[in-house]
């Protein structure tokens, strides 16, 4: 029994390893995205087998999802730019095929260039072997573990990784959320966004599918949220679902979609953060410390600021796969 | 074959073919010059350290580090946050110069400012109808 | 019952997170107001900074036993996280303070688009709220939080003209700032796996002279001299600084950098302290002197104003590297050094913005064909030679005493028979000799004759605060005891 536990780590390692390599050093951008998603889902067997279903939940959604999403529309979005160029400007001399201009050729990138190879071969090899020797000679620490477990009935919730996001190390998580916030900050002073590059998708199947898969996505959505305070689930999982059924709809009606008004988008984009906050400046005023709860409110406040934080997440990430500000953002 | 079968336990497969992709990542961020393959490196060496981070929290008896699983969640968020970034970054740089690759040489001395602003500006009427233009020109008034 | 000065320390630590962050979040949230959030912001921290370090300094001797930590929620280390307040953090708050109240300031004549502020300003404040945690923190996971807080928004501000150049430098510091914060993610996870704690005074007491330490601390030393430029991979730094608009360069070189400077010496103080031989500070001197030389050399052919500034901060982050073969030998040595990253901060901030000024006037910051605008505006010249006065270390400066001081460790180091010393001490002064050859590169061209031209009008904003942040610059030379006395109550250290 264990030892085939032993050869199933084994062989998922080395497929880990393997679709990463293949990833890497693919010359075809397009393939080397569905590689590497791929990768991602394994890594979510890889965390199940690690007794991290939470983990293995926001892998499948977010690291695999919602990031594989975001990479084949960048593509997509490159290939726009080149066909765009091209057809513009037909009467400049392509690039030269092995200039660094190929890149842009046809989302390929050129094999690199073999005098690099060893340099960087050595110095992979190096800092490797250095890690691998490392972690042999760590000892089996007992972590964190019986410290949660002792605090656990102070927490207000059931579940461990819950009470460590939401209560023992809540700062961490609010400044998860801030970074969320902050990279569609980034995207957005970036430029006014533009088209999605969505091809169209005639007949019913499409608009039919979208009908059922939303409704389901959001259920989902909220029982995941809903889960997560006494076992895996919560408001990370649950926001990126939901941002994936946001995904969705937009990429099925581009043109279609209204431009949403600017206050309210900003204030569900910033609800997360700014309930967060509200709450962590209040423990602070009360005398429980920023960011603690007051006793006997942890449980009712850890609901509404996950609530809030998935609604955030969720509108986020959706806007972060547009990438751009709207229009509405920038009335006066 | 029990001892092999101990020796080989997850808390230590784990974090080393975690420390396998850290160096598999840096590798082909080393060696890669398109900037979406550049990201993906980038990816896979973060996913090499959360691998890490989780195997170390399955190590020994008893149920795994609930810290360390909070902590590895927490990292999977910001670095999707960071890739979509990224990626807004390098599709911006796209439309500017037309590459998704950083080209080499320091681009500040040789080129001087209103030659750059003169080039975007190139960019900006030569692809109007992908571009949406922005707020803002290359020059500050 | 703690005492009451400990309580205020306490809360207000806490409260200053909070109050940074609430900016932050208004401004994001009500972007059509973030201006004027931010600049009301601006003053009330800068309010609280000043009543901070008064509590801070009136808490006498207590701060000496143990350095003031927070627990967030009520929760101790090793379950919760702790915010730690020395004199080092202390110290770095207040130089933020004040740099960003001056950035702020600048920033309402320099980011006058109406769309572009909503975009400007909760990016910026973000930023400010980023590094005022850095600067607080005591957990190492939270570190590399509140790192990547910084990176992101440092990053989103350098691609803010939008320009070729502009969006490349912003996309090489992404890429170095990710590969950064990943080396350092790796550090904190190996001790995390070897000591099964993230608390930094935790780990600080747990720590020995072992693989797990030697790894973590490569890791993390490696990562965060990639976010700081220093000396060999700093190549990404002046495109970066070079690009980005007047302000953000000024915070970028003035604070940022000195952020993933002050964890490295933290680190260093604290849980690596073991593993530091003098050979090994040796190699880091060397690097400094390379740093101090190639810095230097770029920024004497450079052809733009910025560019100049930008390499001389490769140049001037060569002194913190020589810095540490010095505090090996002498261990209080390390005082200096914040206090000359301090200076090196206040001067270079106001060097960035005078230069911003000029380049607005003149549309271009091309050495050459800058005369006539330098020969318009005094004032502006004023303050850029007057911060580079400092950088340069003339007497009568920050930048003198910090270099005076600098240098008698240098001889401390010599007298202590250490030979190498000898090249530490020659840096030193050589590097002042650079520098004052780099700044008169930038203001000569106004005593030369020629046509005056005062260029584009500029608002008086960005006229006036490069002045003042240099007389601040100047002016801090008469801090240094201040100074030097708040970083005396850092806990642990020598």
């Known amino acids: 029994m264990n030892l085939l536990l032993v050869v199933f780590d084994l062989a998922l390692l080395a497929g880990l390893i393997g679709v990463a390599w293949r990833c890497l050093a693919s010359t075809d951008l397009f393939r080397a995205v569905v590689l590497f998603i791929t990768f991602g889902l394994l890594l979510a067997l890889a965390w199940v087998r690690l007794e991290a279903p939470d983990i293995a939940l926001a892998e499948a959604a977010i690291g695999a999802g919602i990031t594989g999403a975001l990479l084949l529309v960048t593509l997509e979005r490159l290939r726009v730019i080149i066909a765009g160029r091209r057809s513009d400007r037909p009467d400049t001399v392509p690039p030269d095929p092995s200039g660094p201009g190929a890149a842009l050729q046809a989302l390929h990138d050129p094999p690199p260039e073999p005098r690099t190879r060893l340099p960087a071969l050595t110095f992979a090899l190096v800092v490797g072997s250095l890690l691998v020797t490392t972690l042999w000679h760590q000892p089996d620490a007992a972590g964190l573990e019986p410290v949660v477990d002792a605090h656990m009935d102070a927490s207000g919730v059931d579940h461990p990784i819950t009470a460590v996001l939401l209560n023992f190390r809540a700062y961490d998580t609010f400044l998860e959320l801030a970074i969320v916030l902050v990279a569609l900050l980034g995207a957005w002073s970036l430029g006014r966004h533009d088209r999605i590059p969505a091809r169209p998708a005639p007949g019913p199947i499409l608009p039919g599918t979208l009908r059922l898969l939303v409704p389901v996505a959001v259920v989902t959505g909220v029982y995941v949220l809903w889960a997560g305070s006494h076992q895996p689930g919560g408001a990370f999982q649950a926001g990126a679902i939901l941002g994936a059924a946001g995904i969705l709809l937009v990429l099925s009606r581009p043109r279609r979609m209204p431009p949403p008004p600017g206050t309210l988008l900003r204030l569900g984009l910033g609800a997360g953060v700014g309930l967060f906050l509200a709450s962590g400046v209040y423990g602070l005023l009360a005398g429980h410390g920023f960011l603690g709860y007051p006793p006997g409110w942890d449980y009712p406040l850890i609901i509404l600021i996950e609530v809030a934080a998935t609604l955030s997440i969720a509108l986020t990430l959706v806007a972060l796969f547009i990438a751009g500000r709207p229009e509405g953002d920038d009335r006066p | ?141 | 019952m703690t005492l009451p000065g400990e309580a205020w320390l306490t809360s207000g630590v806490a409260g200053l997170i909070a109050l940074s962050l609430l900016l932050a979040v208004l401004a994001t949230v009500w972007p059509r107001q973030a201006h004027r959030i931010g600049i009301a912001g601006a003053l009330a921290v800068n309010a609280w900074v000043l009543v901070l370090g008064a509590v801070f300094l009136n808490a006498g001797p207590e701060p000496m036993a143990a350095a003031t930590r927070v627990a967030l929620g009520s929760w101790e280390a090793p379950l919760g996280l702790m915010l730690h307040l020395d004199g080092l953090a202390m110290t770095l708050l207040a130089l933020t303070a004040v740099v960003a109240l001056a950035t702020s300031l600048y920033s309402l004549g320099y980011v006058h688009d109406r769309i572009e502020r909503r975009q400007f300003w909760p990016l910026w404040l973000w930023l400010w709220a980023g590094l005022n945690m850095l600067f607080v923190s005591g957990d190492a996971f939270n570190l590399y939080i509140t790192l990547e807080v910084v990176s992101l928004t440092a990053v989103a501000l350098v691609a803010f003209t939008g320009t070729a150049a502009a969006v490349s430098g912003a996309m090489r510091y992404l890429l170095v700032n990710l590969l950064g914060s990943l080396s350092f993610l790796m550090g904190v996870v190996l001790l995390f796996g070897e000591h099964g704690v993230l608390d930094l005074v935790l780990l600080e007491a747990r720590a020995q002279v072992g693989p797990t330490e030697r790894m973590a601390a490569v890791l993390m030393t490696a990562g965060l001299m990639l976010k700081a430029a220093l000396f060999p991979v700093h190549v990404w730094l002046a495109p970066a600084h070079g690009s980005a608009p007047a302000p953000v360069s000024a915070v970028l070189s003035g604070l940022v950098v000195t952020g993933s400077f002050y964890l490295i010496l933290r680190l260093w103080m604290g849980v690596f302290a073991p593993l530091a031989t003098p050979a090994f500070g040796v190699l880091i001197g060397l690097l400094g002197v390379a740093a101090l030389v190639w810095g230097s050399a770029q920024a004497l052919r450079a052809g733009r104003l910025k560019s100049i500034v930008a390499y001389s901060t490769v140049a001037q982050f060569g002194y913190l590297l020589i810095a540490f073969p010095l505090m090996l030998v002498e261990p209080t040595a390390w005082r200096v050094v914040v206090f000359f990253a301090v200076v090196h901060a206040l001067a270079k901030a106001a060097v960035f913005l005078a230069a911003g000024t000029l380049q607005h006037a003149a549309g271009h910051d091309r050495l050459v064909d800058l005369g006539d605008i330098l020969r318009g505006r005094l004032r502006t010249v004023f303050a850029l030679g007057l911060a580079g006065v400092s950088l340069m270390g003339l007497p009568f400066t920050g930048g003198f005493v910090a270099k005076y001081l600098l240098l008698e460790a240098g001889l401390g180091t010599v007298l202590a028979g250490s030979a190498i010393g000898v090249l530490w001490v020659i840096a030193i002064a050589g590097g002042g000799l650079l520098a004052a050859a780099y700044v008169l590169r930038m203001v000569a061209p106004a005593f030369h004759q020629g046509r005056i031209r005062r260029g584009e009008a500029v608002s008086a904003w960005m006229d006036w605060v490069p002045l003042g942040l240099a007389l601040v610059a100047a002016a801090a030379g008469l801090s240094g005891t201040l100074v030097l006395y708040t970083l005396s109550l850092t806990p642990g250290a020598p």
Request: aromatic letters at 4%.
């Open chain 2, 1 to 141: 074959m029990s001892g092999l079968v101990e020796t080989l336990a997850p808390g230590l497969l784990y974090p080393t073919g975690g420390a396998i992709l850290f160096a598999l990542g840096l590798y082909g961020l080393i060696r890669r010059h398109h900037l979406v393959l550049r990201i993906l490196a980038l990816n896979i060496m973060g996913s090499g350290v959360f691998m890490v981070l989780l195997g170390i929290a399955a190590r020994g008896e008893g149920p795994p580090d609930p810290v360390a699983q909070a902590l590895t969640l927490t990292g999977i968020v910001v670095a999707v946050s960071a890739t979509a970034f990224a990626l807004a970054l390098v599709v911006r740089l796209a439309r500017l110069t037309g590459n998704a690759i950083i080209l080499p040489g320091p681009p500040d001395d040789d080129a001087p400012v209103d030659d750059i602003s003169r080039l975007e500006h190139h960019a900006h009427t030569e692809a109007p109808e992908h571009i949406e233009p922005t707020a803002r020109s290359g020059e500050r008034r």
